[in-house]
């Protein structure tokens, strides 16, 4: 049953890069600010509107406390009312747009921002020397721990382990996502992509290719959300957020429960769907992390696309490329247009421009709902957010 | 001895363990109340969260659950040891560690191979609990 208090997409922006850098010259908040801006003026709206404030990211004063949403508020000069600095990595705009939902539906707020920025390319900030040595990473860190693709490739070993996934199934993911980029003029690497060509890519961490990983970017976006209500009054075409879900269950991965099995995919994608009403036949567009190839796999799998261990036949031939029965990742995804450490924004932003049809030559055709799955950490947290031309 | 290598920042949970490790034992959290060893050591079972714990020496033997032949080191301090195997050890006790596999040929290392604790002094606090395949 409609409500006027529904969550609904307004507003969205996303900043220009060129060879994975930002085209502008701003600081990290000074992206944040100027694609927050970008997205509440699409929608007819004032930064002097927005009442909810959500962020997370890898930027802030170093010290104790890394207070983000406090950060960018002073920045934007808001005084928000409510705010979320849910971080669970890459995922938590997923859990952020769930957050927001239930505060508009509250009427706890009215405009709710949701923003991410990093400029960890242009700084060569990227740290891949392993996390400080503390706590249950005191157990990890110390043995060299690859991170974070070590984790994945522990994963990916367990699940070829177990059902017999080859480094094929998951280099035709990374083939399929880079024909979506060179469809998306703003992807980062649209050059031809052939499944040899990522075998006989440098071996990273077995069984993990450097063409299984994502790339290292630069990269802003934030999206505007209020109620149906407040919509009505707006510029654009709202987009609505049907159904969410969130869980996680580890940060170390020698902690995950099952490296074969993401149960942070399985327990939102179930409750987010149940919310919407939605089966998989519905899903017309997903929109899934892709960290490396097999976080994919992976979420496919928990998301219930395909029974568990028959992920590497169902991305077998391409069916997630442009034409084929299972739109996928339609802007390049994390592995070909962009990824600045935190990706799980442009997930979102991605899906909403399919749902408003105004995605040219990767547009697919007829996109009513997507499903958008992000996953943080190392396997670590999951949020789906089920969204829905209005 | 000194080394560039990250060292752990032992703390108040896992103190024992590494002083174990230090003098050539492995010994693990073991629940008085459900009966179940854990893995990293806390304060609380993570199986039935009871605080009716203690430290237990276990077998050092388990089998290899999963890993990875790292051919980019985690950071310069590692350059020197690629390739290496960082592995997740599942101990015949049940909880899983993480941990390096001694060999020369880490093409041989499998899921499911048998492998043992063996202690690598590191510097004159710390000793690392490893495993080598049996
Ligand atoms: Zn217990």
């Known amino acids: 049953m409609k409500n006027g208090r529904d969550p609904v997409i307004v507003g969205l922006a996303d900043a220009p890069i060129e060879d994975g850098k930002f085209v502008t010259k701003a600081s990290v908040l000074g992206h944040a600010a100027l694609v927050a801006k970008a997205a509440v003026e699409e929608a007819g709206l004032t930064l002097d509107d927005v009442d909810g404030l959500l962020t997370a990211g890898m930027w802030g004063v170093p010290g104790p406390g890394q207070l983000a949403t406090v950060t960018l508020g002073e920045y934007l000069g808001i005084m928000p009312t409510y705010v979320d600095g849910t971080n669970i990595g890459g995922s938590a705009f997923e859990a952020h747009v769930a957050h927001a939902a239930m505060a508009l539906r509250e009427g706890y707020c009215e405009v709710a921002l949701i923003v991410y920025s990093s400029d960890q390319k242009s700084l060569r900030s990227r740290n891949l020397g392993g996390r400080p040595s503390v706590l249950s990473m005191q157990h990890e860190t110390p043995y060299g721990m690859p991170t974070p693709v070590g984790g994945y490739a522990m994963a990916a070993q367990r699940h070829m382990h177990e059902y017999g996934t080859t480094s094929e199934n998951l280099a035709e993911i990374a083939v399929a996502t880079r024909k979506w980029a060179q469809l998306n003029p703003a992807a980062t690497r649209r050059d031809p992509l052939s499944v040899d060509d990522v075998l006989s890519s440098t071996m990273i961490s077995e069984p993990l290719h450097l063409l299984d990983c994502c790339l290292v970017t630069d990269g802003a976006g934030a999206i505007v959300m209020t109620t149906a209500e407040r919509a009505k009054d707006l510029k654009t075409k709202p987009v609505a957020v049907k159904g969410y879900g969130e869980a996680h269950t580890h940060w170390a991965i020698g902690e995950m429960p099952d490296l074969a099995r993401l149960l942070p995919a399985q327990k939102a994608g179930e409750t987010a769907m149940k919310m919407a009403g939605v089966s998989h036949s519905d899903i017309d567009v997903v929109e899934v992390y892709d960290s490396f190839t097999i976080t994919v796999l992976l979420t496919l799998e928990a998301l219930g696309f395909c029974k568990i261990g028959e992920g590497g036949d169902f991305v077998s031939g391409q069916r997630t490329a442009p034409g084929g029965a299972f739109p996928m990742n339609t802007n390049g995804g994390g592995l070909s247009a962009l990824h600045p450490g935190m990706y799980g924004m442009f997930l979102l932003i991605e899906a909403t421009r399919q749902l408003r049809g105004v995605c040219g030559d990767r547009q697919v055709a007829g996109a009513e709902t997507a499903l958008v799955h992000g996953t943080g950490g190392t396997l670590s947290s999951g949020a789906t957010v089920i969204l829905q031309k209005d | ?134």
């Open chain 2, 1 to 134: 001895m000194s080394t560039d290598k990250p060292l752990p920042v032992i703390d108040h949970d896992s103190a024992p363990y590494w002083q174990a490790a230090h003098e050539g034992r492995l010994d693990i959290p073991l629940c008085g109340d459900c009966g179940k060893h854990h893995f990293y050591p806390r304060a609380i079972c993570p199986h039935c969260h009871s605080d009716n714990l203690k430290f237990d020496t276990v077998s050092g033997r388990g089998e290899v659950h999963t890993f990875t032949i790292a051919r980019r080191p985690a950071g310069p301090a590692f350059a020197d040891d690629v390739p290496y195997v960082v592995a997740l050890i599942e101990l015949e006790e049940g909880p899983r560690m993480m941990s390096r596999i001694q060999t020369d040929d880490p093409e041989k290392v499998h899921i499911g191979a048998e492998v043992e604790v063996t202690f690598v002094k590191a510097t004159d606090e710390i000793t690392f609990p490893y495993f080598r395949m049996t």
